[in-house]
């Protein structure tokens, strides 16, 4: 497992530390800050501090984002934390539209920091957005926060205004369980480009949590109410996965939680990750710390 930091000479450190092929999707976390205090938050350092210690700057995320396309990515999410919280957000979109013309350059947020202003320049570069709608009664809940719902829907809104729409994801928890049909059909009508709806995960912050997470079969019930809905006009989807199978997990988590059909784990070859600090993880969920 290659989990170094990027550290130096950047130029070097990626080559050493980076494995010799990528895979073709990286997801960056370019900071570990967040305004959100989500409890199902699955990032890593609400278990593994060590991996928010350092912070990539800028100029060492430019220099990355310089390598990882010379070796053929062309799929980047920028996420974190919350990515618009990085203060050179800005930069590395336009660094990487530059150098990845073709590619295809995504961003990932909570949608309170979003400014018009910030919509229209990804815009411009051709990212694609998504944000999170985890409530509506229980949306401050979902998220540890005093904020309601509403500006996220006009977000929604000015998306489909401007023909650039915002994906949405939904995670499902105790908490929204009984409104996740509401929150559904918020979204759609608001003007989502798709919807994906998951069952948390006891992952990161979500590990101190587990009274919030479903049972598969309540899972598969919340599955058939989204598909018993009417029409909303959106496509959407589900994420299956409710256990990370890169980690070794205790037998009481496998038995609640794991899928019996699932299938190989794509991490690490058509998907990998790199941290606020460089480091080079093939999992969201895992971290192989040596």
Known sequence: MYHHGLRGNVKEKILSNLPQKLPQHLSLELTPECN?????????????????????????WIKVISYIAEQGVNDLLFTGGEALLFPGIRELITHARAIMPDGKLSLFT????MTE????????????LS???QGLQSYGAMTGTERTFQPLLELLAFGRQN????????????????????????????????????AMMPEGRGRQHLELTLSRAEWELVKEEIREMKNCGVSYSFCDEMLCECRVQPEELL?????????PCPAGKTFGVI????????????????
Not at 117 to 128: A, D, P, S, T, W
Not at 178 to 186: H, L, P, Y
Not at 275 to 290: A, I, M, N, S
Request: glycine letters at 4%.
């Open 131 to 133: 944000t999170s709608l």
């Open 163 to 198: 023909k650039w729409k915002v994906s949405v994801s939904i995670t499902v928890t105790q908490a929204n369980r009984n409104e996740v049909c509401n929150i559904f059909a918020a979204a759609a009508l608001s003007g989502a480009e798709s919807i994906q709806l998951g």
């Open 110 to 113: 909570n949608g309170s920091l």
């Open 275 to 290: 941290g606020p600090d460089g480091t080079f993880r093939k999992c969201l969920h895992y971290w192989d710390k040596k």
């Open 117 to 128: 202003e910030m919509f229209l320049f990804c815009k411009e570069k051709k990212v694609y």
């Open 255 to 263: 038995k609640r939680f794991q899928n019996p059909d699932s299938k």
């Open 36 to 60: 959100y205090q989500c409890p199902y938050c699955y990032c890593l350092w609400h278990e593994f501090p060590e991996l928010a210690e350092r912070r990539l700057t800028t100029e060492e």
